[in-house]
Nanobody, 123 residues
């Protein structure tokens, strides 16, 4: 059973950067670690994902070129580097773990979720 703990959220001005971390405990081999975000009143939105063993990455079109997913296998940690932040990026960000599936951009593909970390971007 995988457990996930996110960190790194906070308040940042528009145009700034933040790096979120998601540390996993348990078996992560052959897992995909994904990042989602959810703003108040909106559905949970896929941001990006990475194969923990392969390093293959997946990114949402809305953040491509600004957000990057990476991992450090030695630390069992996945990162979400966010650059060029805008107020519309304000949300609670969640990491999630699941087996490789046909569509890694849907929440239903993930069985384990972290508690979330708040990112607020001021204009």
């Amino acid at each position: 059973q995988v457990q996930l703990v996110e960190s790194g959220g906070g308040l940042v001005q528009a145009g700034g950067s933040l790096r979120l971390s998601c540390t996993a405990s348990g078996r992560t081999f052959r897992s995909v670690l994904g990042w989602f975000r959810q703003a108040p009143g909106k559905e949970r939105e896929f941001v990006g994902a990475i194969g923990f063993s392969t390093g293959t990455t997946y990114s949402a079109a809305s953040v491509k070129g600004r957000f990057t997913v990476s991992r450090d296998n030695a630390k069992n940690t996945v990162y979400l580097q966010m650059n060029g932040l805008a107020p519309e990026d304000t949300a609670t960000y969640y990491c999630a773990a699941g087996p490789v599936a046909q569509d890694m951009s849907v929440p239903a593909s993930y069985g384990t979720w972290g508690q979330g970390t708040q990112v607020t971007v001021s204009s």
